[in-house]
């Protein structure tokens, strides 16, 4: 505080705009100093082992579909819901584009049969091959996905039914059709999909390279950040996840927001299958049981509140990124057997979540108290 | 307010670093042979025997095993190989949940020279020199002993139900081909039921129920494994029944509870499947580092265990 | 001027709890009449060794795991909450029960009272997460669901502990009354459970809670307490289902008992009625809806199909069960025919 009496005004101000921006922003720091003690703690209790470059690639690598995935379930938690579909909606993406790409294809019989089947054939010539080409099945899946989340933010919205009983059904409906477009995991022979594998890397020292997917990851994590805090429609999240009734009375679309909020999440778990299949190389109707909740984890360790309304998708990255060195920590200790390694990853995501839960209610008391 | 804030985690980082320094200053033993193992989980006795027999093995022979357990999920085996890759592990033993989606990662490890070798259940890749060796029993082969054995005791006639273990695991798949294979040749001996039990005891149980309900008049029954067998046995005798006798039963894997029913007079036949991977597996690492080829599938010896073998076996069971 | 509230009153307004019963209860008698007419051998009852026999005793039996659970579910949602490790709790009882059952000489009420006193403090664990702590439900139970197998496991070593234990057997396996004694448990805890909500202010003290927690506290009552209650007691009824789970395959199978039945649980007191934002609570309603879910999976297999695409018609079941007791699917419908009458 200044002597002057004119400045002292502003310098409060200015204090008091200080605490705000940092009080909001805290719960976001705590998690991301959570991730640099994890990994610092590794570094230092493994040696120079874990400390390479390799780790911190493979800590990307190895859960940039729980990251697509989990992004899109921010969205959902922040307007207020929750969707339990995301897991089943993976595996149902990867076992349908595996599907398409290894065992159906086009029928083109009737093509070679029609008097214009000259014309028609040489129009079609890419559909003709055996295969359905990937990037249409990749298409193809993506819309679905899509239209499946639509349909659950339909009957959650017009309806008003509870978002956790509707995407439950929901995640009953993809894992059972999964099984009903293939019953068995399919490996993935497609040239295409091997070629992006290979040609499409960053490469860095000593044989580590960043692969494809860990670019879609940073992209979708950069869309996302772009449509939470620089469009109308991120805004109107934040909004109706606060207060619904608030939001619609200043005029926000609530409903066609909650539909959006859940045609993204689907689409977003249909990414995530897509990742999936380049990651694996392979589809599998049986994968990702239990993912939602990695998922949902994720989302309330970076920060997120699951009444919704507060909660960055930085914060759900970062959570992702504990998630993923806690089950690291543990493969280099090697030591702990299958029911300790259960108990292990329980406690310790209880006492993120219970470092969360502290450090966001301290800031939201401070808040609180610097407005009041 | 900010670097008030601050202090807390600088205070946590800086004791976390010490205490890290501290526990990583203890481990200077001399320099052991460092095997990897990723395993699939912990969800039956005979996963659990196969892990204590590698376990014990490595033990026995002053190996460092680095053991990773995946919860039956196959993206954490493939994180686990990743991290045995980053600690440069001599050996990764790998015991692959499902067939497809390991050539990434097998790749990354012949890349950086780790050989790998597959326990109890092989994959499927393009590029066979992804991994050195599969040592597993012969799952087949168990199928078709099965097989054989109920063609001979039901005179190659009568009506079979089969209890399939987990869809699309590839003993399962194994076990359900060697068994038609067997009984191809008789063509009087129908399976009339299918269906999956899911490896476990209640679903054996439940599934086991339903067939009895059904009306079809059932023969005898072939488990895919002793567990689904022993609970398919209590359901038969909740419908006053006696299994073993008016059901005639066969299953697989020979565990100790299997020995017991048959005992009891309740189980007519077992096949072995061996669990106990870890000597075989050891002395193939043993020949890789000595330079040796390794054959690429080596399989372990079973047998079957009939009814009259059972009560002077019983004791000398291992699991 | 007397003015006539008997015309005013709509016809046939049913009571509210009985309106709310009628949906899932209509749901079931389809379900059963579908397989009345179209799976044979569904309605085939025969007594069999004093006990009666058949498909439908079997609904019973395997829904009773259900049906405990949703007891305990029931006051869980009606307080706002939900409890996903109600499966895990089951595992650790049967665990703990199976271990002490071969421990020689061992009274069998210490094993019965062991196996419910561990199930009581996981409820107390996640009560004080919850209701103490105030972490959100979903994630609060989470903990316990992955940790708890593992908890399971550790108690058992990893083995499938078997036991041929003749008393606990009879709680898996035995009959009374011609109908397997399951049911028997189901029944006494539903009248224990229906006692203590209805008779005392326990039942106003929950539904208060779920309704509006600011204004019940205004109204002196501590809702932490309730709360905490509601989740020791979802762990009570867990350890009854897990002791049952396991002395119905007289073994400890720490993988797989109660593997995803909290799911079924939820599910089957939201389909009786039960609202998942907490309040008004259905006791018999969860019933009927674990009996409709259990029906459903034995319809299944009766009818061969695969048990994992067996989810698909459960999910539809549910949403359109859902649907129907939705007053704006109602108001739609009403739409729909009122103007087809002015057409």
Redesign the interface.
């Known amino acids: 505080m200044t002597q002057s009496a004119g400045n002292t005004t502003l310098d409060y101000g200015r204090e008091r705009a200080r605490m705000r921006i940092a009080s909001k922003y805290i719960p976001l720091l705590a998690t991301a100093s959570v991730v640099v003690i994890l990994y610092v703690y590794g570094c230092a209790a493994y040696g120079p082992r874990f400390a390479s470059l390799r780790v911190l690639v493979d800590l990307f690598k190895d859960n940039a579909f729980l990251g697509v995935a989990a992004i899109g379930a921010t969205f959902v938690i922040l307007s207020g819901g929750?969707d339990l579909s995301v897991g089943a909606v993976v595996a149902f993406t990867s076992i349908l584009i595996a599907a398409f790409c290894e065992h159906h294809g086009v029928n083109c019989d009737y093509l070679r049969r029609s008097p214009d089947a000259a014309v028609a054939f040489y129009r079609y010539r890419h559909l003709a091959t055996h295969h359905l080409h990937p990037l249409l099945a990749i298409g193809v899946s993506l819309v679905l996905g899509s239209l499946f989340g639509a349909l659950q933010g339909c009957?959650i919205h017009?309806?008003?039914?509870?978002p956790?009983?509707?995407t439950?059904?929901?995640?009953?409906?993809a894992?059972?059709?999964g099984?009903?477009i293939h019953?068995q995991s399919l490996g993935i022979k497609q040239p295409f999909y091997i070629a992006f594998l290979n040609d499409i890397k960053i490469p860095l020292v000593a044989g580590v390279d960043i692969p494809f997917t860990v670019m879609c990851l940073a992209v979708v994590f950069l869309v996302a950040l772009f449509i939470a805090h620089y469009t109308r429609f991120g805004r109107a999240v934040y909004a109706i996840g606060d207060d619904e009734q608030s939001a619609t009375l200043m005029g926000l679309p609530a409903g066609r927001t909650k539909i959006m909020v859940y045609t993204l999440a689907g689409f977003t778990s249909a990414l995530a299958g897509v990742v999936y299949t380049f990651y694996m190389q392979s589809g599998d109707?049986?994968s990702c049981i239990g993912f939602e909740?990695d998922a949902?984890?994720a989302v309330?360790i970076g920060g997120t509140?699951?009444?919704g309304g507060v909660g960055f998708v930085g914060g759900t990255a970062m959570g992702v990124l504990i998630l993923g060195l806690i089950q690291n920590l543990i493969i280099f200790n090697g030591k702990l057997?299958?029911?300790?390694?259960?108990?292990a990853?329980?406690?310790l995501?209880?006492v993120f979540?219970?470092i969360q839960?502290v450090v966001t209610?301290a800031s939201r008391r401070t808040t609180r108290a610097a407005a009041g | 307010m900010l670097k008030r804030f601050l202090r807390v985690p600088t205070r946590l980082l800086c004791s976390c670093l010490l205490l890290a320094f501290m526990i990583a200053g203890c481990d200077r033993g001399p320099k052991k042979l460092v095997v990897g193992f990723s395993q699939i989980?912990?969800?039956?006795?005979w996963r659990?025997a196969e892990t204590e027999s590698i376990r014990s093995e490595a033990a026995k022979r002053g190996i460092r095993l680095q053991f990773a357990d995946a919860q039956q999920k196959q993206e954490n085996q493939i994180r686990a190989v990743r991290s045995f890759i980053a600690q440069k592990v001599d050996v990764i033993i790998l015991a692959p949940v499902i067939e497809p989606g390991w050539e990434p990662v097998l790749r990354e490890a012949k890349q950086e020279g780790i050989p790998v070798i597959l326990a109890d259940r092989g994959i499927s890749v393009t590029d066979l020199s992804l991994y050195v060796t599969l040592v597993s029993p012969d799952v087949v082969e168990e199928g078709r002993m099965a097989g054989r054995w109920l063609a001979t005791k039901l005179n190659g006639k009568g009506n079979i139900a089969e209890l399939l273990g987990t869809?699309g695991s590839s003993p399962a798949i194994d076990r359900q081909n060697g068994f038609r294979e067997a009984i191809a040749a008789y063509p009087d001996l129908k399976i009339v039921k299918s269906?999956?039990g899911?490896f476990?005891?209640?679903?054996g149980?439940?599934?086991m129920?339903?067939f009895l309900?059904?009306?079809e008049k059932i023969d005898a029954l072939y488990a895919h494994n002793d567990?689904m067998a022993i609970?398919a046995i209590?359901a038969i005798e909740?419908?006053?029944k006696k299994p073993g006798v008016d059901i005639i039963i066969v299953s697989i894997d020979a565990v100790r509870?299997a020995f017991q029913a048959m005992v009891e007079g309740k189980l007519n036949c077992t096949v072995e499947c061996n669990p106990l991977l870890g000597p075989p597996i050891f002395d193939a690492i043993e020949a890789i580092r000595a330079g040796k080829t390794v054959p690429k599938k080596i399989s372990l010896k079973e047998q079957l265990f009939e009814q009259s073998q059972a009560k002077e076996l019983l004791p000398t069971r291992r699991y | 001027m007397k003015l006539d509230y008997a015309q005013s009153r709509q016809p046939f307004a049913l009571p509210g709890w009985l309106a709310k019963l009628i949906w899932p209860v209509a749901a079931l008698a389809l379900l059963l009449a579908f397989n009345l007419f179209f799976t044979?051998?569904f309605f085939?009852l025969e007594i069999?060794?004093g006990h009666f026999?058949?498909?439908l005793i079997?609904i019973l039996n395997?829904g009773s795991q259900v049906m405990l659970l949703s007891l305990g579910m029931t006051l869980v949602l009606a307080t706002g909450g939900?409890d996903?490790s109600v499966g895990a709790v089951m595992a650790i009882a049967g665990a703990v029960a199976a271990e002490m059952i071969n421990v020689p000489a061992m009274p069998f009420p210490l094993v019965i009272a062991a196996a419910l006193a561990i199930s009581v403090l996981a409820g107390v664990w996640n009560g004080l997460?919850v209701g103490v702590?105030?972490?959100?439900p979903?994630?609060?139970t989470?903990?316990?669901?992955?940790?708890?197998?593992?908890?399971?496991?550790?108690i058992t070593g990893?083995?499938?502990t078997?036991f041929t234990d003749s008393r606990l057997v009879f709680l898996g396996?035995g009959h009374f009354l011609g109908l397997p004694f399951p049911v028997t448990i189901v029944a006494v805890m539903f009248a224990i459970t229906a006692i203590l909500t209805r008779k005392t202010a326990l039942g106003l003290f929950v539904e208060s809670v779920g309704d509006n927690e600011t204004a019940s506290h205004y109204a002196g009552i501590s809702s932490r307490t309730v709360k905490f209650m509601a989740y020791v007691f979802a762990g009570f009824c867990a350890g009854l289902a897990g002791i049952v789970?396991a002395a119905?395959?007289?073994?400890a199978?720490s993988?797989?008992?109660g593997l995803f039945l909290e799911?079924d649980a939820?599910?089957a007191v939201?389909v009786g009625g039960t609202?998942?934002?907490g309040g008004r609570f259905y006791l018999f309603g969860s019933i009927v809806g674990a009996l409709l879910i259990q029906t459903l999976t034995?319809t299944m297999?009766?009818r061969?199909v695969?048990?994992?695409?067996?989810?698909?018609p459960?999910?539809?079941v549910?949403?359109l069960v859902?649907?129907i007791q939705?007053?704006?699917?109602h108001q739609q419908v009403r739409k729909l025919f009122t103007r087809k009458a002015t057409a």
């Open positions: 929750i009957i017009f309806y008003r039914q509870p956790f009983l509707v439950l059904a929901g995640m009953f409906f894992r059972g059709m099984f009903v019953p109707p049986a909740l949902i984890a309330v509140l699951l009444s057997n299958s029911w300790w390694t259960r108990i990853v329980g406690l995501v209880l979540i219970a839960n209610a | 989980g912990a969800e039956s006795e659990t869809p269906q999956s899911d476990t005891r209640a679903k149980k439940e599934v129920e339903a309900k059904s009306g567990d609970g209590q909740e419908t006053g509870g | 044979k051998q085939k069999r060794d026999y058949g498909c079997d395997r939900v996903l997460l702590f105030r972490i959100q979903i994630v609060a989470l903990v316990l669901m992955v940790a708890g197998r593992g908890v399971a496991q550790l990893g083995q499938y078997t396996n789970a119905n395959i007289k073994c199978d993988n797989h008992i799911l939820i599910l939201v609202a998942l934002a034995t297999y009766m061969d695969s048990p994992e695409v067996a989810p698909v459960k999910a539809i549910i949403i859902c649907l939705s007053p704006a699917f």
